[in-house]
């Protein structure tokens, strides 16, 4: 059986739940999915019946699901990741937790507590960082780049650029905190502070919300609580230059391009496409045509099966590299403050 996993959220809106599920079961014979606990006792079935899961105990209520597991993964609502956190590592249980951590609707104090255990195992659900084309950018920019000047990201979708989609929690503060900064954002700070090495000091932005009102069910409209768009600039701790750009109405993928000493590189995440053109340190850039281009598309569920593998060491208290808890809530911080100084 191996390491008893539970599912808690089931939601199919982005469908979440279903990738962290295919990724444990790429793990054959070191981990089991054992329980699944959502809203409502259909929710867990139909999320069992995608994925051919059978003898799973399926439960509305979190207590129920950790009797019976020894690692949670938690793919709910925004407001419900430290709560829920605190609760499985009180009793024990490793953690993988969906990103963003929630700070915005969390109790006062849930983070600085759960920073306080030293017993806690969280990871937190930077998937990106498992990519190839990531992992190439990481080792070129180490082995290649040196002191890094200019850092620009940017990443978004377009799934809710259509004023017919209806409300989600996404767009309600209480739910989800900030909109696209948080979700869209956090991916891009992580990735830059993992790939690069650029952690933001300090950052000043703008947010938009330009689908201001949604219908929640079809009758009448309902205000959007957050930003659907969100660009900021800021210096990093090494003095390098950053600026982001993220957008749930009208940008699509995740694109860096970093500038340093040692040249360019561009990569563009969800195609797998790296380029890179070098550039002697005390010297020009290398002529255009020298410009060398990686090509390290894959499977979207790839980049799940390898989290899943790293948390797996993670819970088997093997050594492995991750997004811990304490990182992820400095970064989220950061996030904080921007959506405060922009309203």
């Known amino acids: 059986m191996g390491i008893r996993i539970g599912i808690v959220g089931a939601g199919t809106t982005v469908a979440i739940a279903d990738r962290h599920v295919e990724g444990f079961l790429a793990q054959a014979g070191r981990c089991t999915v054992t329980a699944v606990c959502s809203r409502t006792l259909e929710g867990c079935r139909r999320l ?80 990106y960082r498992y990519t190839a084309v990531v992992e190439r950018l990481r080792a070129l920019l180490r082995q290649r780049m040196g002191r890094v000047y200019l850092a620009q990201a940017s990443q978004g979708g377009t799934r809710l650029a259509d004023p017919a989609v209806p409300l989600e929690w996404r767009m309600r503060r209480s739910a989800s905190g900030s909109g696209a900064l948080g979700d869209f954002g956090s991916h891009l700070l992580d990735l830059l502070q ?26 009448g409209n309902t205000c959007v609580e957050n930003d659907d768009a969100f660009v900021f600039c800021g210096r990093g701790t090494g003095g390098a230059l950053c600026s982001v750009s993220v957008s749930r109405v009208g940008l699509d993928g995740i694109h860096l391009c970093i500038s340093g000493e040692g040249g360019l590189l561009r990569a563009s995440v969800e195609e797998g496409v790296l380029t890179y053109w070098p550039k002697a340190p005390d010297g020009p850039y290398a002529p255009e045509g020298e410009a060398r281009s990686e090509h390290l598309a894959e499977p979207p569920g790839l980049r799940f099966a390898r989290q899943a593998a790293a948390f797996l060491d993670l819970v088997e208290g093997r050594p492995v590299e991750y997004c811990t808890l304490e990182q992820a809530v400095r970064l989220e911080r950061l996030l904080t403050r921007l959506d405060q100084s922009a309203q």
């Open 48 to 127: 069992c019946v995608r994925h051919g899961l059978d003898g799973v105990r399926m439960t509305t209520r979190l207590e129920e699901l950790l009797d019976v597991v020894d690692a949670v993964v938690l793919c709910t609502p925004n407001q419900f990741h430290l709560p829920y956190t605190e609760r499985a590592v009180e009793r024990g249980k490793a953690v993988l937790l969906e990103k963003p951590l929630g700070l915005q609707t969390a109790p006062p104090g849930q983070a600085e507590r759960l920073l306080a255990r030293r017993d806690a195992r969280v990871m937190v659900a930077y998937v």
């Open 194 to 219: 993992y790939a690069a090495g650029v952690e933001l000091a300090e950052a000043a932005g703008y947010g938009g919300t330009f689908l201001p009102t949604r219908r929640p069910d079809g009758q």
